[in-house]
């Protein structure tokens, strides 16, 4: 970009070589010249309104982005805050999980070993009762055994007192 102070002196040596012309002849008076500074007065007022512009959405968008970066900043102390109130209890859920799970494993082969007992304990007091009963029954029959067996000598013995009474 050609800075006014470049461009006034390139119209400058313009005039002084004669390029500058009306017509084919070269234009020294003073209301060309009036003319080349208005045009130049224009231009440097326009480039410095469009610098000051330049400045202000320059100075708009700093100040944009330190609101950015305060904003930012607390979003981070917000963030630092809330893992810190929550991290704790996340920490303290965690190893209570843990703990379920190492219960958990170490309960399903009790469990499965206290089935298999209480199937090995029924499968023994049925066996238990089933010679319970069976011993009640042998008992009920050896008590019918002695039984008979005790009449069976008492009749004898009757007899035999019978037949040594018939004897004498």
């Known amino acids: 970009m050609t800075t006014p102070k470049q461009m006034e002196q390139q119209v400058v040596k313009m005039k002084n070589s004669g390029i500058i012309s009306y017509n084919g002849s070269p234009m020294i008076d003073e209301r060309e010249e009036e003319m080349t500074r208005s045009a130049l007065s224009a231009f440097r007022a326009?480039?410095?309104?469009?610098?000051?512009?330049?400045?202000?959405?320059?100075?708009?968008?700093?100040a944009q982005l330190g609101r950015v970066e305060e904003e930012t900043k607390r979003l981070a102390e917000i963030r630092e805050k809330l893992e810190s109130f929550v991290d704790p209890a996340g920490k303290e859920v965690t190893l209570v999980r843990k703990k379920i799970d190492l219960v958990n494993r170490e309960l399903k082969p009790l469990g499965?070993?206290?089935?298999?007992?209480?199937k090995e304990y029924k499968e023994a007091l049925d066996a238990f009762n089933a010679k319970s009963k069976e011993k009640a029954q042998l008992l009920t029959k050896l008590m019918?055994?002695?039984?008979?067996s005790e009449k069976l000598r008492m009749t004898k013995l009757e007899e035999l007192n019978k037949h040594i009474e018939s004897l004498r």
Do not use: Y
């Open 112 to 118: 499965q070993s206290c089935q298999r007992k209480e």
């Open 46 to 62: 326009k480039e410095e309104e469009i610098e000051k512009k330049r400045k202000e959405v320059s100075d708009k968008v700093q």
């Open 144 to 148: 019918e055994l002695v039984s008979e």
